[in-house]
């Protein structure tokens, strides 16, 4: 008999409601839920086509342990209590890695068990490879790191503005939505990117700036509105602060010179000003409603040297149109896995609690009271700096769970040196991955199909994930494998273990809920009765928040901060590597492909990695269609296909950061980081493009990759 179970997407932060459909314990099809009230009945290929990773063969059944060598498979007992004697020795020179595709309640136990068993604030996750600089600003300028507006608010803009994202891509659902609102409101559209993406096809203003003068920019759009008096005065003098110190910054250069940093049209960027700050109002607009504007970003705004500074310049805008808390309008920075929000709620990084609650003070506290014991209250290392310092001996141990740093990381092959010098390496996931393969203890985790929990998603929806099937093999969902570990660790740390005597991911949702204001009104019942419920939500009577802002910012005053154009790169092109070198995502891939790769549906549509190169480039390079290439920067290379199209600007090669058939992007990306997110600069580096030469008759040997064991 046929089994349906309500969960929701584990792929990208849009977070669509799947109905999964099972026989006999394993998955027959998936389809989607009208009645998720983020999704509406929509999917994309991903969601719709996508899990059969769950029941690859290719899965991790049993916990292993590298004993000569060589994994050998082990019980649980035999795995566990192999950590809890090795962990306790690398107190003070500890890190973790928590995973963004995991539930909240997953990563709640985590912290958890990082900040009250290793004594340590060391845990991050992927949020630092993607939205830390959004967060950094947000959270100084604004007193929140979360997407402002709900899904429903794209639909009710009168201008769209998609800067350094690709919705068809990358939020294929969201993008639905965007298109619609298009096509059936008349709402503006304005694309910034330096790829002509899809949603460019529809756009009233397409901006293709250079890469890295995003500052210069969104200046530019600022001069403009300034020069043309359509600032939001009563916005600016009741609701922010440092406008002047702001404004005079901008003032120094005019909007001809901005556009000629950039390289875009004068008429083009002053257009694009007008329609954010003033866009005539869409079809159906309710009357006397003041026409809004949604700000929507991408990696391509974070992933730069200068990346807090861009989302800064972006935040300026807003706070300058009082683009912020009504209905139709609001600030996105677009997600990428999908419980990324979550992670970072439930406290999975560095400089805060869960809930984004800060170390001094009460807060401590009452998490001290309710834990029972002490706990760090300096900021730990980011995950970006946590490798980076492992060769100078401040991480010499690290706990991974799901995620596949030396696929994610910049520069592989530096990463790779570093991640075999640690002396004990932890991994939990799904698949024997490249990280894996380096590890002394391998757990094998059950993956969003076979658990109970909740995702958050991009418009800080809390929702149900429900088990379809029984665990694969031996598997076990990662809060349990963790409460287990601590268990074992916690007399040894002076900790009662009770504190991790966990019955339930309920129980793990009810103690992170008690502790986290913005989610106390939220209990499984409620999500099983209602639905999806957004934070805030203080309370069980509290509805959920669809926007944030409508009267005030968390910090009180939305604060202006002046940014500057400072050199577009750490790393340009010169005579030896010429090209601008820009990565990203592809609609049939999810970031480093770790799981679609194992999706034969998906391979089958992308099974190489395609390098996206401008029709001159090409003719010069003597490249053609189809052709092998090989992309080199300073740091490593590639072999792809080559893809002639004039999406990309001449100058410039665009290749996606998914690895397929050992090459991946990030051999070639550059370990150059913004201040003060950390964030790499995946998104400019130089390099050369060739095409393939045939391997010399005799030749043997394949080039260097990340994989091989320690
Ligand atoms: Fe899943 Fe994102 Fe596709 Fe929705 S848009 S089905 S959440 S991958």
Redesign the pocket.
């Known amino acids: 008999m046929e089994t349906k179970t309500w969960t929701t ?1 584990p ?2 932060g ?3 409601g799947i109905v999964v459909h099972t026989r006999e314990g394993r998955i027959r099809w998936v389809d989607d839920d009208p009645a998720n009230l983020s ?1 509406r009945g929509m ?2 290929v ?2 719709r086509f996508g899990t059969t990773f769950v029941q690859h063969p290719d899965r991790l059944t049993t916990p292993l342990i590298r004993r000569g060598g060589e994994f050998v498979p082990a019980t649980w007992d035999e795995a566990l209590d192999l950590i809890a004697e090795r962990l306790p020795a690398f107190r003070g020179r500890f890190g973790s890695f928590a995973s963004a595709k995991a539930t909240n309640e997953d990563a709640f136990v985590q912290q958890k068990f990082i900040r009250l068993i290793m004594g340590t604030n060391n845990i991050d996750h992927c949020t630092r490879l993607c939205h830390s600089p959004s967060v950094e600003a947000m959270l100084d300028q604004l007193g929140s790191g979360a997407t402002s507006n709900s899904y429903s608010d794209y639909e009710e803009a009168s201008c769209l503005v998609l800067v350094g994202c690709d919705p068809g891509s990358n ?3 969201i993008a639905s939505r965007m298109r619609k609102a298009v096509d059936e409101f008349g709402t503006r559209l304005v694309v910034v990117n330096p790829k002509r993406i899809d949603m460019a096809e529809r756009a009233d203003i397409f901006l293709q700036p250079l890469p890295g003068t995003d500052v210069a920019l969104f200046n530019g759009m600022a001069r403009a509105i300034l020069d043309e008096g359509l600032e939001d005065r009563a916005f600016i003098a009741g609701r922010t602060e440092g406008f002047e110190a702001w404004r005079a910054a901008v003032l120094e250069r005019t909007v001809e010179e901005y556009a000629a940093v950039c390289g875009v049209g004068v008429a083009d960027l002053r257009e694009a000003a007008r329609l954010y700050a003033a866009p005539p109002p869409r079809r159906g607009l309710p009357p006397g409603e003041r026409p809004g504007s949604c700000l929507a970003w991408g990696m391509g705004i974070t992933q730069h040297a200068h990346g807090t500074d861009n989302a800064r310049a972006l935040i300026n805008l807003a706070l300058l149109t009082g683009q912020l808390g009504r209905p139709g309008c609001g600030i996105s920075p677009l997600r990428g896995q ?1 419980n990324v929000q979550g992670c970072g709620d439930a406290g999975c990084i560095p400089d805060s609690l869960p809930g984004y609650q800060p170390y001094a003070g009460d807060v401590a506290a009452i998490f001290e009271e309710a834990w029972g014991a002490g706990i760090p209250r300096e900021p730990g290392i980011k995950a970006t700096d946590m490798v980076e310092r492992i060769e100078a001996g401040d991480i010499r141990a690290m706990y991974i769970v799901g995620e596949n740093p030396l696929l994610s990381e910049p520069n592989l092959a530096h990463a790779g040196a570093l991640f075999r010098q640690l002396d004990f390496l932890v991994v939990q996931d799904l698949f024997l991955h490249e990280t894996a393969q380096l590890a002394d203890v391998v757990l094998p985790a059950c993956s969003f199909a076979e658990k109970d929990g909740t995702f958050t998603n991009s418009e800080r929806r809390v929702q149900r994930v429900r088990p379809a099937i029984p665990p694969v093999g031996a598997s076990r969902p990662d809060w349990a494998i963790i409460a287990d570990l601590a268990r074992r660790m916690a007399p040894g740390a002076g900790i009662d273990p009770r504190q991790f005597a966990y019955g339930s991911a309920a129980e793990v949702f009810a103690e992170m809920a008690r502790l986290t204001p913005q989610l106390r009104g939220i209990s499984y019942e409620r999500l099983d009765r209602e639905g999806g419920i957004q934070w805030p939500c203080p309370n069980p009577d509290h509805p959920g928040t669809r926007f944030l802002y409508a009267d005030r910012f968390p910090r009180g005053l939305g604060k202006f901060v002046p940014v500057r154009q400072a050199a577009p790169a750490a790393e340009l092109p010169d005579s030896a590597y010429p090209l601008v070198l820009n990565t990203g995502r592809v609609l049939y891939h999810w970031h480093g492909g770790t799981i679609t790769r194992r999706v034969q549906a998906l391979v089958e549509q992308m099974p190489e990695v395609p390098v996206a190169i401008h029709p001159d480039d090409a003719a010069r390079l003597g490249i053609d269609e189809g052709v092998e290439v090989v992309v080199r920067s300073r740091r490593g290379r590639l072999t792809g296909k080559a893809v002639i199209t004039d999406a990309v600007r001449e100058g410039s090669v665009f290749v996606p950061f998914v690895k397929l058939q050992e090459s991946a992007a990030n051999f070639l990306t550059n370990n150059a980081y913004d201040e003060p997110s950390r964030i790499p600069e995946y998104k400019v580096c130089a390099v050369r493009v060739e095409k393939k030469r045939p391997r010399p008759v005799g030749a043997i040997g394949a080039p260097p990759t990340a994989s091989r064991g320690r």
């Open positions: 997407c792929f990208c849009v977070g669509c999704s999917l994309c991903k969601g939020h294929p659902v999908n």
